[in-house]
């Protein structure tokens, strides 16, 4: 069989506009390319050329190529998560190989992204995502042995990133300690919080 760069040397060509050559010559895009085959000088095919055309097609993106989108709290607004495309080691960059758009993404409930290839990339592909109706709630725990009397209730669905105001001891008695206020954690060690999620507050005795 005839050896490369002894008999004969290749060089390529691209013949559409999406086909682009790397820093060595060879084809890098998906496209169409002209290939031609030339005898070398030294060589029993002196003279000779061969020419012909190939295409390199695009990868089809597949489902698990996208990276889950977490739930998204409501916001009123348009919700537009980013969307991660990891092909091997390598992650797609977005309106180079994919475009992405999105769809019933401002009230609470599933949103749809549609994921389209581009480029070196065809295909599409459908993720979704909840979107949480973005209320929460804060409860009120005793947090310790042989306390009586009655939690404070707070029955109120506040918004994420709304401020909470803290409510009082309510009925809450415990023999030999005396009641400190409340705190995100059962030790007392917690900071004050804007709420992002289904809060408890602890009873801190002292």
Do not use: C, H
């Amino acid at each position: 069989s005839l050896v490369k760069d002894t008999d004969y040397t290749v060089s390529y060509k691209p013949a559409g506009t999406s086909a682009q050559l790397d820093k060595d010559g060879k084809p890098l895009n998906a496209g169409t390319y002209t290939v031609t085959v030339t005898g070398k000088t030294d060589s029993a095919y002196v003279g000779k050329t061969a020419v012909t055309t190939f295409v390199i097609t695009p990868k089809t993106l597949t489902d698990d190529m996208v990276k889950g989108i977490n739930n998204q709290p409501y916001t009123g607004d348009a919700i537009t998560p980013q969307v991660t495309i990891e092909d091997g080691d390598s992650t797609l960059v977005k309106d180079i190989d994919y475009t992405v758009s999105y769809s019933e993404n401002v009230g609470p409930g599933q949103a749809v992204v549609t994921i389209i290839g581009i480029g070196n990339y065809t295909g599409v592909v459908t993720k979704t995502f909840e979107i949480t109706d973005g209320r929460f709630t804060v409860n009120y725990d005793r947090n310790g042995e042989n306390v009586t009397g009655t939690v404070p209730e707070d029955n109120t669905a506040y918004q994420s990133g709304a401020t909470v105001t803290v409510l009082g001891q309510g009925t809450l008695k415990r023999d030999g300690y005396t009641f400190s206020g409340w705190n995100t954690q059962a030790d007392g060690k917690g900071e004050t919080f804007t709420i992002d999620g289904n809060t408890t507050l602890y009873a801190v005795w002292t």
